[in-house]
Nanobody
Framework: QVQLVESGGGLVQAGGSLRLSCAAS???????MGWFRQAPGKEREFVAG????????YYEDSVKGRFTISRDNAKNTVYLQMNSLKPEDTAVYYC?????????????????????WGQGTQVTVSS
């Protein structure tokens, strides 16, 4: 079992920055991590993914150039640095872990490919 705990959400003005953290504990065998978000009335959507080994990454188009996903293998922690935030980035952000080793964007961005989820952290961007 893997436990994931997110932190770092909050309220920020448009153009500001936040850094989310996701600490993994328990049986930490997983090949990759992802960040997803869900805004009110909308489906959960992929934001970014990263492999523990090698650090390969994928990003959703709307966050490319603004968000950076990274990991600290020694701390079993994944980060999401969010810069130039926009009101449309407002959502609950979730981190997730997957066992699968396949690394294709269609798989990495699919929420059904992830086995463990955190409780979520709210990010609110005011205009």
């Amino acid at each position: 079992q893997v436990q994931l705990v997110e932190s770092g959400g909050g309220l920020v003005q448009a153009g500001g920055s936040l850094r989310l953290s996701c600490a993994a504990s328990g049986r930490t065998f997983s090949n990759a991590m992802g960040w997803f978000r869900q805004a009110p009335g909308k489906e959960r959507e992929f934001v970014a993914g990263i492999r523990w080994s090698g650090g390969n990454t994928y990003y959703e188009d709307s966050v490319k150039g603004r968000f950076t996903i990274s990991r600290d293998n020694a701390k079993n922690t994944v980060y999401l640095q969010m810069n130039s935030l926009k009101p449309e980035d407002t959502a609950v952000y979730y981190c997730a872990a997957r066992h699968g080793s396949s690394w294709f964007q269609g798989i990495v961005s699919n929420a059904h490919e992830y086995h463990y989820w955190g409780q979520g952290t709210q990010v609110t961007v005011s205009s």
